[in-house]
């Protein structure tokens, strides 16, 4: 008759296996954590990007000039502050009514915001862009 149990050796095989599984399972936490930051950080430039909209929408269209209203700038110059990581550039053009770019006023500006951020999975530079339009009417 076959005795009962495991032995010594199918024991060591189990633990094995399951260290390795939990092993490759912990591996899997600093990536999940890395992917969550980067679309943090992209919701984070959408939001700022909508704010400087938001803000020169209110103005109305015949207190925006036109031109580059922000150059590429950091919006905080304190490291401990999160803004430190986001730069923004924020132009305005008149465009006419097929929103191709005009050298005069036609009652129709496009407000472009940019907003750059780094990607904490690959460390290069991302971006995250809008625009929307203003009526003089």
């Avoid at 149990?5 to 591996?27: D, H, K, N």
């Avoid at 909209?53 to 580059?68: A, R």
């Avoid at 053009?93 to 904490?120: E, F, M, Q, R, W």
Wanted: proline share 2%.
């Amino acid at each position: 008759s076959r005795p009962r149990g495991m032995s010594l050796i199918e024991v060591m095989v189990s633990f094995s296996i399951l260290i390795l599984v939990l092993v490759a399972l912990a591996q899997s936490f600093p990536l999940a954590l890395t992917i969550n930051k980067t679309s943090e950080n992209a919701a984070k430039a959408s939001y700022l990007a909508q704010i400087k909209l938001e803000e020169l929408n209110s103005l109305g269209y015949d207190n925006i000039s036109v031109g580059t209203i922000e150059a590429k700038h950091r919006l905080s110059a304190d490291p401990a502050n999160y803004l430190y990581y986001f730069q923004r550039q924020t132009e305005v053009s008149y465009v006419d009514g097929n929103l191709v770019a005009s050298a005069s006023a036609t009652g129709l500006k496009k407000i472009s915001v940019t907003v750059y951020y780094a990607n904490a999975l690959s460390k290069t530079e991302k971006s995250y862009g809008t625009v929307t339009l203003i009526s003089q009417w």
